[in-house]
């Protein structure tokens, strides 16, 4: 550790537990911190360089992140695969909209609005996950992978398997997707924040206006379709955002995608938010939402169907 932080002393590390990387925060002897985060899933695309490139990526657009100061996918520094990177601290989204008021709220939705408007201005050769190299992407269509690895299989088949629903939704859902699998191929590939759920994205208020003062989940950054991000804003996982949220967002982001779009992604994401795909904080109303999320997909693919 001495040696990524040059002159600087570790006073203590604090363990901040663990959401797809273990997290510490290390108090340095002239009253800063880092954030040490470590590979905690082995088995997974180690994504400990792509974070910092995502990084890079983002501040050459004019982003704000917090800086990474060292990234190592060797091992051979400290047993494991990691990144270190300026200690920010910020509210969580999800706590944070539990704590104020509808105004603040406003305000909140219409800076993530700004916010994402800017990540998806950049621009991408082709859509597809990518490592260090921002232009070589892997040849695999992410709308044609999920429609396999998650509606055809993965979640919706463990939906349907567990009961949770129907086989005609299930049918419905496989049905419509590929039916509309060249529509959605049709988009300009932008960075795409796939994880953009209320628990990996951070505010904090500078001179009386809110800010993203970070993202996590990092690594599942990618080139895609905006809509999904989008999708995810309008529909959160685990959490509900009334149209008068939405219309604020879109008062900082600009025109939406057609409804159509929008409402197939969500199919995707409500059917992966439901069966714990997403890895979400527990909560007590956590199976009430799941279920709640999972009778959304008739109503989403009945509005795909109207057109």
Not at 171 to 186: I, K
Request: a negative charge.
């Amino acid at each position: 550790m001495a040696a990524q932080l040059p002159g600087r002393r570790v006073l203590g590390i604090e363990d901040r537990g663990e959401w797809v990387r273990r997290t510490y925060r290390i108090a340095l002897d002239d009253g800063g911190a880092v954030a040490l985060k470590v590979r905690a899933h082995p088995e997974w695309l180690d994504s400990t360089l792509h974070e910092r490139r995502v990084v890079e990526t983002m501040a050459e657009h004019g982003l704000r992140m917090p800086r990474v100061l060292a990234a190592d996918a060797s091992g051979s520094v400290i047993p494991a695969r990691y990144v270190i990177q300026e200690w920010v601290g910020g509210q969580r989204l999800d706590g944070l909209l539990a704590r104020i008021g509808e105004d603040e709220a406003l305000a909140v939705y219409r800076a993530l609005g700004a916010f994402y408007r800017r990540i998806h201005a950049i621009r991408g050769p082709r859509s597809g996950v990518w490592f260090e190299d921002p232009e070589v992407t892997l040849p695999v269509s992410p709308n044609d992978y999920m429609y396999r690895a998650e509606i055809v299989e993965g979640c919706g088949k463990r939906a349907l398997d567990e009961g949770r629903i129907t086989r005609r939704t299930y049918e419905r859902a496989v049905a419509v997707w590929r039916e509309h699998l060249d529509y959605l191929q049709d988009h300009t590939p932008t960075l795409v924040h796939y994880s953009a759920f209320p628990w990996t994205i951070y505010l904090e208020c500078e001179d009386g206006a809110w800010r993203i003062a970070k993202l996590t989940g990092l690594g599942d950054v990618l080139w895609w379709d905006p809509a999904v991000d989008l999708a995810m804003l309008r529909y959160p996982p685990f959490m509900e955002a009334p149209p008068t949220r939405w219309q604020a967002f879109l008062e900082g982001y600009g025109p939406a995608p057609e409804p159509r779009r929008l409402h197939l992604y969500a199919v995707l994401e409500r059917l992966c938010a439901a069966m714990g795909a997403y890895m979400a904080p527990e909560r007590p109303s956590n199976q009430a939402w799941a279920a709640r999320a999972l009778q959304d997909v008739d109503r989403f693919l009945d509005v795909v169907e109207r057109g």
